[in-house]
């Protein structure tokens, strides 16, 4: 278990090192692509200090600043991805905007699309989400009423198949979540969807309102829901 633990710390340092790479060139129209990069190049320097990544222990050392210290101080916008069908756990910093679907991106370029928290395409993970049409975050958030998704993948000979939901939302009670050892009171959301394809049932925490603070959707039919914490606004 430690050595996992290891692993996923060298992952996330190593996301932190990806912001020295990323641009926004040719992505979308936001062009200041600095203001994404520095921040965890320096959050990489004061963790690293010109020496290896530090292991999960000597973060926890008193005097060293933790992962989440560093980038709180920071700043830059995180996501936390967690995948149990890959054992895929990473941080993911702002990779790309297309009008209101925001792209993140890994160290190793696994990215996931998103427009305000709600999934919308991946690449990296084998059977990817080419692309979904589904409710809007204001939508989810008022928890009651149906909604409509449909999911669109690629099969074996690289034709695109649709796959269509009816969805039901409904209010889940009030919970407490922890993102990267920060506690958060959320309101929870499930929508359980039905299709000819089968069933599942999302889940999203929301903060502050319509904030999606967590979430765990649908990815691939019929495996594990794709886990999203969103660390730092």
């Known amino acids: 278990m430690g050595a996992v633990l290891e692993m996923m710390t060298r992952r996330a340092f190593a996301a932190l090192a990806l912001a020295a790479t990323l641009t926004l060139a040719g992505c979308g129209n936001d062009g200041s692509s600095n203001d994404y990069q520095r921040p ?3 959050a990489l320097a004061r963790l690293t200090a010109g020496k290896a990544a530090p292991t999960l222990a000597t973060l926890n050392q008193s005097g ?3 992962l989440r210290q560093a980038l709180e101080a920071d700043g830059q916008p ?3 991805i967690s995948y149990a069908r890959l054992k895929y756990t990473n941080l993911m910093a702002p990779y790309g905007q297309n009008g209101d679907v925001q792209t993140w991106a890994s160290q190793d370029y696994e990215t996931v699309s998103l427009r305000a928290g709600m999934l ?8 990817d989400l080419m692309s979904s049409v589904g409710p809007s975050v204001a939508r989810v958030s008022s928890a009651q009423g149906t909604t409509q998704r449909q999911y669109f993948y690629l099969d074996g000979a ?3 198949q649709r796959y269509d939901y009816t969805c039901v939302l409904a209010s889940a009670g009030i919970e407490e979540v922890v993102v990267l050892a920060k506690s958060h009171a959320t309101r929870k959301v499930t929508e359980s969807c039905s299709g000819a394809s089968g069933r599942f049932v999302n889940e999203f925490w929301f903060d502050n309102g319509q904030n999606l603070r967590q979430s765990r959707q649908m990815l691939v039919p019929g ?3 794709m886990l999203l914490q969103r660390v730092i606004d």
């Not at 919308?120 to 059977?127: C, K």
């Open 40 to 42: 965890l190049q320096v």
């Open 64 to 66: 060293t600043l933790t």
């Open 78 to 80: 995180i996501y936390r």
């Open 120 to 127: 919308v395409a991946t690449r990296g993970f084998g059977a």
């Open 158 to 160: 690289d034709q695109k």
């Open 223 to 225: 495996t594990d829901n």
